[in-house]
């Protein structure tokens, strides 16, 4: 069964992968150890230039949780 994201051709500026990783850090004045990192298709540059952005989670559960969310949700094949 395809997916809808497989259905249509990626594009410049998609997710391409979603992982729970540790990354001690402070946003807001919350400390945080985990986060969700988000890897984008850079819009403007060519297939092998990604953007990052990380999302602060709670703990490390919530972080793969989100991250399993993302995956699932645009069909993501991480083996990670």
Request: glycine fraction near 4%.
């Amino acid at each position: 069964m395809e997916s809808r994201l497989a259905e249509r051709s990626k594009h410049k500026g998609d997710i391409v992968s979603a992982f729970a990783v540790m990354k001690p850090s402070r946003e807001f004045g919350v400390y945080t150890e985990w986060v969700v990192r988000l890897s984008f298709q850079s819009p403007t540059g060519d297939s092998s230039d990604f953007l990052h952005r990380d999302l602060p989670c709670l703990n490390k559960e919530q972080a793969e949780q989100i991250a399993k969310r993302y995956n699932t949700a645009l069909d993501l094949d991480n083996n990670r």
